[in-house]
């Protein structure tokens, strides 16, 4: 009998504090409300108290790269008499923001950095808030067109793009003169090339070089679906499976072609921006950064196409002070703020003024990853179906290399792929 | 016929006259108004803090039910239907957003709703049984337990009850609690497909049919990942089991010189956390790692060896690396075995002429299986769930089928890892989650129940 009675206090006092944690939850929404009305009635005189959460990825609150987001932050602070910001700041890759952002969107942080290829799996978890009014005009007015595509989805804009997301080449002067960096196959003549073919960003390059589209001309057709069934498409994977099988050719995987370059043993590799500065370091003036080269394929030349995107700052719809949250996002995409990125740890800035800068027009990979941006690039598709492209895709470089694929069934194992990156994998 | 006497014995023990049907059949008018008032035939007998006790937790419970309860159980059919809503507010120049319904949140506190209905409804029992031996009691003409009494019995009488309540509650509200919630997610389609991150509905057995399905993809790639996981347990466990014990009655010889140094060199390897032995391994075998590249300068290979991007290699690979791992344990308990071993068995046996050979096979291996068929179990299990080795090593890989999530060396359980936080399947997940449990549990019993350590408690002794 005593058992029961234990259990009756216990009960009692879990149920107690579950009706606690549901009133206090009941509360906290009530002041939510409350306070969201009175700053919108009286436009609050006094200094409000306003708490943000910021995520950006670690090298921008590193103590030896200048701490760029917390520096903007706090100026951002100073600037707004009106607001008393407390700050808590987070780590988050760009490119990991859906999936961290995702796990729980109402407990994520209010402003945050995305790559743009998240953004349709972050609307679908509805972690991200569309940005209208002088915030929009303000990103449609200082980026370009392509620029603003990239974070815009039927006709709303989502994030302020603050750099291009793109990779392009990295070579050694001394050993690729200006003419062979034209051709791929040239320079696999001439000395050791590493690229990431069993990475699912790169792979595509070589698709697109020949024909096959992903989601129509533009990208954005969601039905038109990933075209990698024509005979193109086949002439690419045989075209890999001989460079696989090349001498000269080394699969870049977990870094080692930025190890291969300092050493010696590699003489290209394609990367992004965030590689300049230990490449830099390793090579010094040899160091030649320039836009994708052409491939042979069937006899004839064709231009390898990157996936391009952008970066940029994005606001939770569960943000409590969307209005601040707002503000420093686009604080944090500003013109100053792309300025002071670029000095502090060379991100490439979109702002189209900054980019006029005669300093800027200047730097060798400022030009490399526009030109990329701009000539040898295609749009990097995020609409829904996109999803089924990656893993397959991954896997497809991987049998490249470990030369599952042959010349010989390389027209069945394409037909495959398309098949794979077509289809949900969970059906 | 011996357990049925056993488990009447037992119920005779527990008896007791206050029961909840004898109380609802021969309560008198308070213990019935208990029924709805709890604690009233408490407070009337003079129990005040227990009737309080047991009021409050009425009251508590409607509260609760009023204000979070009912919203979320009648919505557990639909899970919700309410999209977010997006408003443009022009005076601060942003959209605002108004949260719409989120299914997970609505499931979750479903269950616990389901839960804390069911913890009341034993409570609720217990009152109208308490009221009813108070009643009793009355009659008989003792004074019934005041509240000092019963709290001071649970530290003498009801000790054990004092003691279990909360590892037992831990275990509802930690353990039992998000099961139910996870398993309920089996039978929606919470994944990204169709995007279904925010609001899903049940599907009721279409996952299961989808993942028991051979010629669905993921059905394929379920089946694939099935045949492997067995393959590891099974070499996993018994080549771990046979080599550990070859080594100890190696080391155990009565020929072998500094025994304890040979165990000591191989039980170093515990020392070393298994993720760091796992990870160096990991790295030295890479296609770009240590190994590749000593046999490479030393010109004794002319093509890197394909550790872990070949998948029969990597398979091999796997399964020999987690003999290092595991094989120091093996040792560690078999030696310890062979020493406990009855010497007089093995003289008496060399009194009656049996050579090396038959004293190893009639005393020291059915010695040991009798001990160890219960730990090779355990093995077998968690060798099925051995989510670090696969993980910290291979990752899964190689994955070089485009149609499949999985990779070659990949478990049930890293598949299911990849499928939830890569993937977002999470309802796929959840039933893999389910699948496995079902193999596992059968496969346990079974042994277990025909293994000699449970027919024949005192066998060897």
């Known amino acids: 009998m005593k058992f029961k009675r234990i259990c009756s206090v216990l009960l009692v006092t879990s149920m107690v504090a579950t009706s606690m944690i549901g009133c206090s939850k009941s509360d906290k929404d009530d002041d939510d409300k409350k306070t969201t009305t009175a700053a919108g009635e009286t436009a609050a005189p006094e200094k409000k108290d306003v708490k943000l959460t910021v995520w950006g990825p670690a090298e921008d609150q590193a103590k030896d790269k200048g701490e760029w987001l917390i520096k903007m932050c706090n100026q951002f602070n100073d600037a707004h008499p009106e607001w008393n910001i407390t700050y808590t700041f987070g780590t988050c890759a760009e490119g990991d923001a859906a999936k961290t952002v995702n796990q729980d969107a109402k407990g994520a942080a209010d402003v945050y950095m995305f790559s743009n290829d998240n953004l349709q799996s972050l609307i679908d978890a509805q972690g991200i808030a569309e940005l209208g009014g002088k915030t929009a005009d303000y990103v449609k007015s200082t980026n370009s067109e392509a620029i603003v595509n990239s974070v815009t989805i039927k006709d709303g804009i989502y994030g302020v793009p603050f750099t291009t997301n793109t990779w392009f080449m990295y070579y050694d002067k001394s050993v690729f003169g200006a003419d062979d960096i034209k051709s791929l196959d040239k320079m696999l003549e001439k000395g050791v090339v590493s690229f990431p073919l069993s990475n699912s960003w790169y792979v595509a390059s070589f698709y697109v070089a020949n024909g096959c589209t992903l989601f129509g001309a533009d990208g954005t057709d969601n039905d038109a679906g990933i075209k990698y069934d024509g005979d193109n498409a086949v002439a690419v994977t045989k075209y890999l499976v001989n460079l696989v099988a090349n001498k000269n050719f080394k699969n870049d995987d977990k870094g080692s072609g930025l190890s291969g370059m300092r050493d010696g043993s590699i003489k290209a590799m394609f990367s992004g921006s965030w590689d300049y500065g230990p490449l830099k370091e390793a090579l010094g003036d040899n160091l030649g950064v320039a836009s994708l080269p052409t491939v042979?394929?069937?006899?004839?030349?064709?231009?390898?196409?990157?996936?391009?995107?952008?970066?940029?700052?994005?606001?939770?719809?569960?943000?409590?002070?969307?209005?601040?949250?707002?503000?420093?996002?686009?604080?944090?995409?500003?013109?100053?703020?792309?300025?002071?990125?670029?000095?502090?740890?060379?991100?490439?800035?979109?702002?189209?003024?900054?980019?006029?800068?005669?300093?800027?027009?200047?730097?060798?990979?400022?030009v490399a990853q526009n030109t990329t941006f701009d000539s040898t690039s295609i749009l990097q598709p995020f609409c829904p179906n996109m999803a089924n492209y990656w893993t397959p895709s991954d896997n497809w470089g991987k049998s490249l290399v470990a030369g599952e694929v042959t010349l010989d069934n390389a027209a069945d194992k394409t037909a495959d792929y398309n098949k794979a990156v077509n289809t949900s994998l969970a059906n | 016929m011996d357990s049925?006497?056993?488990?009447?014995?037992?119920?005779?023990?527990?008896?007791?006259?206050?029961?909840?049907?004898?109380?609802?059949?021969?309560?008198?008018?308070?213990?019935?108004?208990?029924?709805?008032?709890?604690?009233?035939?408490?407070?009337?007998?003079?129990?005040?803090?227990?009737?309080?006790?047991?009021?409050?937790?009425?009251?508590?419970?409607?509260?609760?039910?009023?204000?979070?309860?009912?919203?979320?159980?009648?919505?557990?059919?639909?899970?919700?239907?309410?999209?977010?809503?997006?408003?443009?507010?022009?005076?601060?120049?942003?959209?605002?957003?108004?949260?719409g319904d989120d299914s997970q949140l609505i499931l979750l506190y479903a269950v616990v709703s389901i839960f804390v209905i069911l913890l009341f409804l034993l409570i609720w029992r217990a009152s109208i049984k308490s009221s009813y031996k108070a009643q009793c009691l009355k009659k008989e003409g003792k004074k019934p337990s005041t509240f000092i009494e019963d709290i001071k019995d649970l530290f003498d009488g009801n000790l054990h009850t004092l003691l279990l309540a909360p590892p037992i509650m831990g275990i509802l509200i930690f353990t039992v609690m998000p099961l139910v919630y996870m398993i309920s997610m089996a039978f929606?389609?919470?994944?990204?497909?169709?995007?279904?991150?925010?609001?899903?509905?049940?599907?009721?057995?279409?996952?299961?049919?989808?993942?028991?399905?051979?010629?669905?993809?993921?059905?394929?790639?379920?089946?694939?990942?099935?045949?492997?996981?067995?393959?590891?347990?099974?070499?996993?466990?018994?080549?771990?089991?046979?080599?550990?014990?070859?080594?100890?009655?190696?080391?155990?010889?009565?020929?072998?010189?500094?025994?304890?140094?040979?165990?000591?060199?191989?039980?170093?390897?515990?020392?070393?956390?298994?993720?760091?032995?796992?990870?160096?391994?990991?790295?030295?075998?890479?296609?770009?790692?240590?190994?590749?590249?000593?046999?490479?300068?030393?010109?004794?290979?002319?093509?890197?060896?394909?550790?872990?991007?070949?998948?029969?290699?990597?398979?091999?690979?796997?399964?020999?690396?987690?003999?290092?791992?595991?094989?120091?344990?093996?040792?560690?308990?078999?030696?310890?075995?062979?020493?406990?071993?009855?010497?007089?068995?093995?003289?008496?046996?060399?009194?009656?002429?049996?050579?090396?050979?038959?004293?190893?096979?009639?005393?020291?291996?059915?010695?040991?299986?009798?001990?160890?068929?219960?730990?090779?179990?355990?093995?077998?299990?968690?060798?099925?769930?051995?989510?670090?080795?696969?993980?910290?090593?291979?990752?899964?890989?190689?994955?070089?089928?485009?149609?499949?999530?999985?990779?070659?060396?990949?478990?049930?359980?890293?598949?299911?890892?990849?499928?939830?936080?890569?993937?977002?399947?999470?309802?796929?997940?959840?039933?893999i989650g389910i699948l496995t449990f079902v193999v596992l549990a059968t496969v346990s019993l079974i042994t277990y129940r025909r293994s000699g350590s449970y027919k024949n408690e005192e066998g060897f002794q």
């Not at chain 2, 996952?207 to 099935?226: A, E, M, Q, R, Y």
């Open chain 2, 4 to 99: 049925v006497i056993k488990f009447h014995k037992k119920k005779k023990d527990f008896y007791t006259p206050y029961t909840f049907t004898r109380a609802l059949i021969k309560g008198d008018i308070f213990t019935k108004l208990s029924l709805v008032i709890m604690g009233f035939g408490n407070i009337v007998r003079k129990q005040f803090a227990k009737g309080l006790v047991f009021l409050a937790v009425e009251a508590a419970f409607i509260y609760y039910m009023i204000t979070t309860g009912s919203y979320y159980l009648s919505r557990i059919i639909s899970l919700g239907d309410t999209e977010q809503k997006k408003v443009w507010n022009e005076a601060k120049g942003i959209f605002e957003y108004e949260a």
């Open chain 1, 296 to 366: 042979k394929i069937d006899g004839k030349d064709c231009q390898m196409k990157s996936f391009a995107g952008s970066k940029a700052i994005g606001v939770n719809p569960n943000c409590k002070d969307q209005d601040v949250a707002v503000a420093l996002a686009l604080y944090l995409g500003s013109e100053e703020a792309q300025q002071a990125h670029y000095d502090l740890r060379t991100i490439v800035p979109v702002n189209t003024k900054l980019l006029e800068q005669d300093k800027i027009k200047a730097d060798a990979l400022v």
């Open chain 2, 188 to 431: 929606t389609n919470y994944s990204r497909q169709d995007t279904h991150l925010i609001l899903f509905d049940w599907v009721g057995f279409d996952n299961f049919v989808k993942i028991l399905n051979f010629k669905s993809s993921i059905g394929s790639t379920f089946w694939g990942v099935v045949g492997w996981t067995i393959v590891w347990a099974i070499a996993a466990t018994f080549l771990n089991f046979i080599l550990g014990t070859l080594l100890a009655l190696l080391i155990n010889r009565k020929k072998t010189y500094c025994k304890s140094m040979w165990r000591f060199f191989f039980i170093l390897s515990i020392a070393v956390p298994q993720f760091v032995s796992l990870l160096i391994i990991r790295t030295m075998f890479d296609d770009n790692g240590i190994i590749n590249t000593i046999l490479e300068n030393h010109n004794i290979i002319s093509d890197r060896i394909p550790f872990f991007s070949n998948a029969t290699l990597a398979r091999i690979m796997v399964i020999t690396i987690n003999l290092w791992v595991g094989i120091p344990y093996t040792l560690l308990q078999v030696t310890g075995m062979l020493q406990n071993i009855p010497q007089e068995l093995y003289e008496a046996a060399r009194v009656d002429g049996a050579g090396k050979f038959k004293t190893f096979t009639n005393i020291t291996m059915p010695y040991m299986l009798f001990i160890m068929t219960p730990y090779l179990i355990t093995t077998f299990t968690s060798n099925i769930n051995n989510f670090n080795v696969i993980y910290l090593l291979s990752a899964g890989g190689p994955t070089t089928d485009v149609t499949s999530t999985a990779g070659k060396t990949d478990l049930l359980v890293t598949w299911l890892y990849k499928l939830t936080v890569d993937q977002q399947f999470y309802n796929y997940g959840a039933v």
